[in-house]
């Protein structure tokens, strides 16, 4: 049985910094690509970052890019997303997902997801 847990939300002044896990299990971590997509509340969800097998390669959404570092330990089978300079439209509900195809930004290209933590920015 795969499970993914996302951990590490919670309510952050407009600056802050949260740090965000995703352990999984029932999968072979280190074949996956993981990424971490986010849902504002009547929006879609939208890619926000990936990281290739062995953690070498990285990619990230604009709108994070130079705030925000995605990392993994394949030893531990976690990935962790370190969110910094936090802003009030980064309030969203942030999922982890484990996919088989490559560094993508689709969430089709994602197998399993977790459950989602709340992140919420205030201003």
């Known amino acids: 049985q795969v499970q993914l847990v996302d951990t590490g939300g919670g309510l952050v002044q407009a600056g802050g910094s949260l740090r965000l896990s995703c352990a999984a299990s029932g999968i072979t971590f280190s074949s996956y690509t993981m990424g971490w997509f986010r849902q504002a509340p009547g929006k879609e969800r939208e890619f926000a970052a990936a990281?290739?097998?062995?953690?070498?390669?990285?990619k990230y959404a604009d709108s994070v890019k130079g705030r925000f570092t995605i990392s993994r330990d394949n030893a531990e089978n976690t990935v962790y997303l370190q969110m910094n300079n936090l802003k009030p439209e980064d309030t969203a509900i942030y999922y982890c997902a484990a996919g088989s195809i490559g560094i993508l930004s689709s969430t089709r290209n994602y197998d399993y997801w977790g459950q989602g933590t709340q992140v919420t920015v205030s201003s």
């Open positions: 990281i290739s097998r062995g953690g070498g390669s990285t």
